[in-house]
């Protein structure tokens, strides 16, 4: 009799994988496999006819494993987002596990941006978080467990009452070890932003957050929330005078901060590569340049997915003592 695959909910997969695992293994899944490697399509974009609904699927492949990501986006219910996530053994086609996306999303882009900026900014001592949702607080938690010298925290929100709703979040999901008292909110954005070290946009914002040149010379940048044509978290002057690096070549056509720094003349010449380039570089930090910003934007890649997918598997298949 075949064995049942294995459903993992938010909470089970929550418990399987903290902000290090999921940093290790983005770590390791990119470190192991080049671009040549790993087979991802272009995302598919379904619209449901009637509906104001759209289906994105999402597959990646290795040579053992095959990830697949689905995703609903309905604007008009609560919760407007429905995800699951499948991993298949790629000899047998067979369906080892399955499980709620949502949770594993935020982790797996939160691992991605803090892998990127272990890289190019090795040292942060004060981190600006700007965003009060689920990827705001991924972000921060899996900052505080990369950078264990990391002093503050600071959190753009639009209001007291977004504040309050992070916080809770933060209380609820940062393990023990992680000191939510160095997280505060930024009443005076600007008044701190030149002191940050790193600066993450986790926000559907129209119009950029901030301008060039309020940061610090040689500030570390993530865009994370920019994943549409009319988002734009980043100022032009990112692309322009900055050190890019995206996830993916995708970002270019879908980000729409991406977008406007092309209108405004960015070349995708000046682009310093993408997370393969990053993260399988085996020569350890990359050379910082002396008073120049660093950029990585990100818009989701299904190898991402995959690779948090191919940790999980490892701790709960038939036989790990772990699992």
């Known amino acids: 009799m075949t064995e049942m695959p294995v459903y993992l909910d938010g909470d089970g997969l929550l418990a399987l994988l903290t902000p290090a695992e999921a940093l290790s293994a983005i770590q390791a899944f990119f470190a192991s496999h080049g671009p040549e490697q790993v087979v991802v399509p272009s995302r598919i974009h379904l619209p449901v006819p009637g509906r104001n609904t759209t289906g994105l699927y999402m597959p990646a492949a290795t040579e053992t494993f095959i990830g697949v990501k689905i995703v609903h986006l309905m604007p008009e219910r609560?919760?407007?987002?429905?995800?699951?996530?499948?991993?298949?053994?790629?000899?047998?086609?067979?369906?080892?596990?399955?499980?709620?996306?949502?949770?594993?999303?935020?982790?797996?882009?939160?691992?991605?941006?803090?892998?990127?900026?272990?890289r190019l900014m090795p040292q942060c001592k004060t981190l600006m978080v700007y965003g009060a949702g689920v990827q705001a607080a991924a972000h921060v938690s899996a900052f505080l467990s990369a950078y264990p010298g990391l002093e503050e925290v600071w959190a753009v929100t639009r209001s007291e009452e977004s504040w309050r709703r992070l916080r809770g979040s933060l209380e609820a999901a940062l393990p023990g070890n992680l000191p939510l008292d160095r997280v505060r909110r930024a009443d005076q954005p600007k008044a701190v932003l030149g002191a940050a070290d790193c600066i993450v946009t986790t926000t559907?914002?129209?119009?950029p957050l901030f301008a060039w040149e309020d940061l610090a010379p040689e500030a570390h940048v993530v865009?994370?929330?920019?994943?549409?044509?009319d988002m734009n978290e980043l100022p032009p002057e990112a692309f322009l005078e900055g050190r890019v690096w995206l996830d993916t070549e995708g970002a270019l056509e879908?980000?729409?901060?991406?977008?406007?720094?092309?209108?405004?003349?960015?070349?995708?010449?000046?682009?310093?590569?993408?997370?393969?380039?990053?993260?399988?570089?085996?020569g350890g930090n990359l050379p910082r340049e002396a008073g120049r910003r660093t950029v990585f934007k990100s818009v989701g890649h299904a190898a991402q997915d995959l690779a948090v997918l191919m940790r999980l598997w490892e701790r709960i298949r038939p036989g790990n003592p772990t699992g």
Do not use: I, Q
């Open 204 to 207: 559907p914002a129209a119009e």
């Open 78 to 118: 609560f919760p407007s987002v429905e995800a699951e996530v499948f991993l298949y053994d790629a000899e047998s086609g067979r369906l080892l596990f399955w499980g709620d996306g949502k949770p594993m999303t935020a982790l797996r882009t939160a691992a991605v941006s803090a892998a990127a900026s272990l």
């Open 254 to 282: 879908e980000a729409g901060d991406c977008r406007a720094a092309l209108a405004r003349g960015w070349s995708t010449e000046r682009l310093e590569g993408n997370l393969f380039d990053l993260l399988g570089n085996a």
């Open 223 to 229: 865009g994370v929330g920019s994943a549409t044509h």
